[in-house]
């Protein structure tokens, strides 16, 4: 069984008396640091799960450290399920939006706040496992605060890092990056039991140990759930003589797009809409996506919902990034100069890439072998125009739509195992008083 929480007052009197103490410590704290921004974190949404009518306080108590709503749904997905095959796994989860605390902190930021002790006594107060997803530098001050010589100052939750394409993320100062990284040498350096560490894809292990010139065997790689909620309507009319595209800012891909005249193209002229999800987009014969990361929720929910999607080749798509039509694509510096690891080659939780393909393709999960099959690319415009031409049938060659994703249920059961295996190590450690 779990070690839970210390408090011996009532669940919602304990829960209501934190949310009151990161209010006061965080305006404190923010005083301290001369941050600009008036907003105080909150306890976005708090649930508790139970398989049986037991006291509240016997419940693992999961603080969820994010501000995307896609890594949240997958979660709360993963707990569900969690739940149901590892006995006696009943937990509650709050979810707290870090961003309130500033973007990306600078070093001397996030050591204010460790000092200002919010994440010993506020954030991580009564929460056995603290989840960091999305992007991590957030999370600085609490990954900070696990180093820290004073106890009164350390987070004493067990935390784990779900890195989703933000290990680095918008740090821009070469001094201070050095300094973010010289943190995660010595997180590495800890061996901590206290410290697990989550990446949802490829890339992620390869470019930390490429930036910071160390070996991590010890990432797992759960990719998302692809689960989605259903939007109460999609963008258009659905269209199935139509290909539709989501437009997006730093990229030149829709100017080009309407100067080589596909055919039965519409664009989606607004950023970051709601598009609603594989539900609004099996309606139309394809959707087109030109990546812009090396990974996104939106593809793991498209090919776990059968959406059929036409994709440039790497080769392709370096094209465009090289004559400067996709600067959107930064990670495009990192993937060309990453090493092909031996690692990589491990399955099921690794594979080496496709046939044809250049070898850094292999950490783009748009070219990952094992979803390659259920994708339709394309090298040239010409070759895209074609594809456009196809009506549905024609186009759906592999039976995409028909499939619904079904395929994608054994990297579901790979996820839930990896996070079962991982909770189930937290519980043997927590048992032996080892965290």
């Known amino acids: 069984m779990f070690l839970k929480t210390r408090f011996k007052v009532p669940k919602r009197v304990a829960r209501g008396l934190i949310l009151l103490s990161i209010t006061l410590a965080t305006l404190y704290a923010l005083r301290s640091s001369r941050a600009t921004t008036a907003k105080v974190p909150i306890l976005l949404e708090t649930d508790a799960h139970l398989k049986s009518q037991r006291d509240q306080t016997a419940l693992l108590s999961i603080l969820h450290y994010n501000t995307h709503e896609g890594c949240a749904r997958n979660l709360r997905h993963v707990l569900n399920l969690v739940s149901k095959s590892l006995d006696g796994f009943d937990y509650s989860i709050s979810r707290f939006d870090p961003s309130h605390l500033g973007y990306a902190l600078a070093h001397e930021s996030a050591q204010r706040f460790v000092e200002s002790g919010i994440y010993a006594n506020e954030i991580c107060a009564g929460h056995d496992v603290v989840v960091v997803s999305d992007t991590i530098p957030h999370a600085r001050g609490l990954l900070l605060s696990l180093l820290h010589p004073d106890p009164l100052k350390r987070c004493t939750s067990t935390v784990i890092l779900e890195i989703t394409n933000r290990f680095d993320y918008a740090i821009t100062d070469p001094e201070d990056l050095m300094r973010y990284y010289s943190l995660f040498h010595d997180l590495v350096a800890m061996q901590s039991n206290q410290l697990f560490w989550v990446a949802n894809n490829n890339f992620e292990r390869a470019y930390m140990e490429h930036r910071?010139?160390?070996?991590?065997?010890?990432?797992?790689?759960?990719?998302?759930?692809?689960?989605?909620?259903?939007?109460?309507?999609?963008?258009?009319?659905?269209?199935?003589?139509?290909?539709?595209t989501l437009f997006h800012n730093h990229t030149n891909v829709?100017?080009?797009?309407?100067?080589?005249?596909?055919?039965?193209?519409t664009i989606f002229p607004k950023e970051?809409?709601?598009?609603?999800?594989?539900?609004?987009?099996?309606?139309?014969?394809?959707?087109?996506?030109?990546?812009?990361q090396v990974s996104t929720m939106k593809l793991y929910e498209n090919l776990a919902g059968g959406v059929v999607m036409l994709i440039p080749t790497p080769q392709f798509l370096e094209h465009i990034w090289k004559s400067n039509n996709h600067e959107i694509l930064y990670h495009m510096w990192s993937l060309r100069r990453l090493p092909v690891r031996q690692w990589l080659h491990l399955k099921p939780q690794h594979h080496a890439h496709v046939p044809g393909f250049p070898q850094w393709s292999a950490y783009m999960d748009y070219?990952?072998?094992?979803?390659?099959p259920y994708l339709y690319y394309f090298g040239s415009w010409e070759e895209l125009r074609e594809?456009?031409?196809?009506?549905?049938?024609?186009?759906?060659s592999r039976r995409v739509a028909e499939g619904r994703g079904m395929?994608?249920?054994h990297v579901r059961r790979d996820t839930v195992k990896g996070w079962e295996s991982l909770f189930g190590e937290i519980r043997e450690r927590s048992s032996k008083h080892e965290i």
């Open 212 to 244: 910071l010139n160390i070996n991590m065997p010890f990432v797992k790689v759960l990719r998302p759930l692809g689960y989605t909620d259903a939007m109460d309507k999609s963008l258009h009319t659905p269209d199935n003589t139509s290909i539709l």
């Open 254 to 265: 829709f100017t080009l797009l309407k100067s080589e005249h596909i055919p039965n193209l």
């Open 272 to 292: 970051h809409a709601h598009y609603g999800g594989p539900q609004g987009l099996t309606g139309y014969k394809a959707y087109l996506e030109f990546p812009y």
């Open 367 to 372: 070219y990952a072998p094992e979803f390659a």
């Open 387 to 396: 594809l456009a031409s196809l009506d549905a049938w024609e186009l759906d």
């Open 407 to 409: 395929f994608y249920e």
